[in-house]
């Protein structure tokens, strides 16, 4: 049985290239069929003048493009919401998660049964927690509302006002996506070395100096990655805002992604829509470079 493993072993050495392709091939059909083709049919469509009901669009060049640039709303509302949302949630959520993780990387009694609850937020539909918060906070009969004006508070009205209806926003993504780096810090804390923090604890170093001195540059690599992941995923949210505000009042609230698809499937504009969507990627696109590389000199910088 050994030999016959052995032989195998050298079959799949000398036919190296041929089976290494066949092992990526499932993956780079399907990569093909749902990532690549739409993302050209995409452009063809931003290129288009193409209403939902007819089926096929005629080219129309980059009016499409220059349609949506030259609306003042697509940069004081749409763009702007969009870079504050991410920059406010993800900065919230890396903080929220660093402090929760070092809370959790202890011993106590239920330690395990706590650290699964930390999951319950990442097991619950965004949708349906964007409609959780707008059930909670309901003008009419939402519990938070209750509870304010039991106690003499007058609660505002949330969804009402640009500013409020954003925070509610930013609460469920926030609420959903700190455990998310919470389990990530917690696990890099587990495997942290406990002599780097006692030598510093030796030299006199503070609890404060020793998170930052040696606890913190032995997080950043951790940080990096989940920050690169979750920017990416926070610029193109769509649920929570969508749940919850439906982009109003009025057209205040809107994000990228709930711009492209009122432009697409409200106001049946799918070239526009598409065009948004174009636009969106290459935003992200530049944006996440120049975050990849400041993350690769914040990681490696020693």
Not at 77 to 87: D, G, P, Y
Not at 120 to 137: A, D, E, K, N, Q
Request: glycine share 6%; proline share 5%; charged share 15%.
């Amino acid at each position: 049985m050994l030999e016959n493993l052995k032989d195998i072993t050298k079959d799949l050495v000398d036919k190296k290239p041929a089976f290494m392709v066949q092992l990526i091939l499932p993956a780079l059909v399907f990569m093909f069929l749902f990532q690549i083709i739409p993302i050209f049919h995409g452009i063809y469509t931003s290129l288009t003048e193409y209403p939902l009901w007819q089926g096929y669009g005629t080219f129309v060049g980059l009016k499409n493009y220059i349609s949506i640039l030259s609306k003042p709303h697509f940069y004081t509302v749409v763009l702007l919401n969009t870079v504050l949302f991410t920059i406010i949630a993800v900065s919230v959520e890396v903080c929220g998660g660093i402090a929760i993780g070092h809370l959790f990387n202890r011993s106590f009694k239920g330690e395990y049964i706590a650290r699964s609850l930390l999951l319950l937020p990442l097991m619950i539909s965004r949708v349906i927690s964007g409609v959780m918060v707008r059930w909670i906070f309901n003008d009419q009969y939402g519990i938070f509302n209750v509870l304010l004006r039991g106690i003499g508070i007058q609660p505002p009205s949330w969804f009402s006002e640009r500013s409020t209806a954003m925070f509610l926003s930013l609460l469920a993504e926030v609420w959903t996506w700190t455990p998310w780096y919470a389990i990530f810090v917690l696990a890099a804390l587990q495997v942290q070395p406990a002599e780097p923090k006692e030598a510093a604890r030796v030299d006199g170093a503070n609890a404060w100096q020793v998170f930052w001195h040696v606890t913190l540059p032995f997080l950043k690599p951790v940080i990096a990655v989940c920050t690169l992941i979750r920017t990416f995923d926070a610029f193109a949210q769509f649920d929570h805002v969508w749940t919850i505000t439906r982009g109003g009042p009025g057209r205040s609230t809107e994000l990228l992604s709930v711009f492209a698809y009122k432009e697409s499937f409200i106001y049946l504009k799918m070239g526009q829509g598409a065009a948004a969507g174009m636009i969106s990627a290459f935003v992200m696109l530049i944006f996440g470079l120049l975050l990849f590389r400041r993350f690769y000199r914040f990681t490696y910088r020693l």
